[in-house]
């Protein structure tokens, strides 16, 4: 199984948002049973709150429900847990790094650190724009799916479970 922890500051814009494009990806393109997908925050500002509302009614437009998630923060034991630890920002990084105490495994990078144009993610939550983090998040979502792919590493998780 494919273990992916999506990590923003608070846990209810950017990485629920990551984390249930990623979901419905996976869904759509018959590939749900061979990842594990969730997301937390390196904040506890948010923790136990609900999707942030912008970022529940952008995906509602795309038939993706966020239903019964709340915010909650990601520990130095996730870095055992998961085989990719997903950043939207800069800041993320350097907060996970803190949490995590490193990462000697180079499992912690930024989403869009797969497309063609590395960059940070800007949160909605203080820009209000959910319609361009919501592109961008696809963009990453699809291009790190590429990246398994190209990888060999969903075909090697295919394959293990025949």
């Known amino acids: 199984m494919i273990k992916v922890l999506f990590i923003c500051h608070g846990n209810i814009c950017r990485s ?6 990623m979901k419905d990806l996976a ?3 018959h590939t749900a049973p ?7 925050a390196t904040s506890r500002e948010e923790i136990g709150n609900p ?4 970022t529940r009614n952008k995906l509602r437009q795309y038939g993706i429900s966020t239903a019964g ?3 909650v923060q ?9 085989d990719y630890l997903i950043g939207m920002e800069q800041y993320n990084i350097r907060n996970m790094l803190r949490i995590l105490g490193g990462d000697p495994e180079h499992k912690v990078c930024r989403l869009l650190d797969f497309t063609d144009h590395p960059r940070d993610i800007d949160d909605p939550w203080y820009t209000g724009n959910f319609d361009l983090t919501y ?3 696809l963009e990453g979502c699809q291009a790190f799916y590429r990246h398994l792919v190209e990888n060999g590493e969903l075909k090697r998780e295919q394959k293990g479970r025949i």
């Open 34 to 40: 061979y990842f594990h997908i969730a997301s937390a």
């Open 69 to 71: 998630k709340y915010a």
């Open 74 to 82: 990601m520990t130095k034991a996730d870095y055992a847990k998961y």
């Open 27 to 29: 869904e759509k393109s």
């Open 51 to 54: 999707v942030h509302y912008g």
């Open 16 to 21: 629920p948002m990551a984390e249930f494009v």
């Open 135 to 137: 592109d961008e998040i």
